[in-house]
């Protein structure tokens, strides 16, 4: 099993439409949870971060963590085709070690 | 401050050959980490530094590869006798260890492509 599953999609979605992108992990010791974003041919870029369960806002992006089930989710409202991309799930043990990341999951925002 | 700096964006080498790549992280960061993404796959852990120090070393780190980081500042990650196996994106990251402020921040990645 590997330590992080993510949903591989494509995921096609319309424009406007809200997106639920969805990770589950096996180490109930990862304490650091994070979403990247990461367009083709680019280095990842870091959305969002948290280290606790429960709910996180910034702007159209949400992220939810619940330790107990080892699942954590990002919702994106009002989608744009600009968030077309390929989004990762990561995890870490503690603050600036390594992290462990899903293979990422393809959204596709059609205008 | 630009961010993450990685050079070349681009390599291509022939079999064999040794290939080094080039970080340069943000300035005020201590923390240097390389990682390894292939296609359809996230990125994988390699190696990372605080300061001059690489601290831990993942056992997908061949002896084939080498990463220095002197002075604590700029890194370099070599890889010797290049295999096919080895095409991929090399990412370098860099971070401050501290809590207050999660600055763990990507390079835009070297792409490697062994022919």
């Known amino acids: 099993q590997k330590e992080v599953e993510q949903d591989p999609g494509p995921l096609s979605v319309p424009e406007g439409a809200i997106v639920s992108l969805n990770c589950t992990y096996s180490n109930s010791a990862f304490q650091y949870f994070m979403w990247y974003r990461q367009y083709s041919r680019k280095g990842p870029e870091l959305l969002m971060y948290?280290?606790?369960?429960g709910n996180k806002e910034d702007g159209r992006f949400t992220a939810q963590v619940d330790k107990s089930s080892k699942y954590i989710s990002l919702f994106i409202r009002d989608s744009q085709p600009s968030d077309s991309a390929t989004y990762l799930c990561a995890r870490s043990l503690e603050y600036g070690n390594k992290l462990v990341f899903g293979a990422g999951t393809i959204l596709r925002v059609k205008s | 401050d630009t961010g993450v700096s990685q050079n070349p964006r681009h390599k291509i080498t022939k079999r064999g050959q040794n290939v080094t790549f080039r970080c340069d992280p943000i300035?005020?960061?201590?923390?240097l980490y390389w990682y390894r993404q292939t296609l359809g796959q996230g990125p994988e852990f390699l190696t990372y530094f605080q300061n001059e120090a690489q601290l831990e070393k993942s056992r997908l780190l061949s002896d084939r590869f080498s990463a220095e980081r002197p002075k604590g500042s700029f890194s370099t990650l070599e890889i010797q006798r290049t295999e096919q196996g080895d095409s991929a994106m090399y990412l370098c990251a860099s971070s401050w260890g501290a809590r207050q402020n999660y600055g763990y921040t990507f390079g835009s990645g070297t792409r490697l492509t062994v022919v």
């Open positions: 948290t280290y606790s369960s």
């Open positions: 300035s005020e960061h201590n923390r």
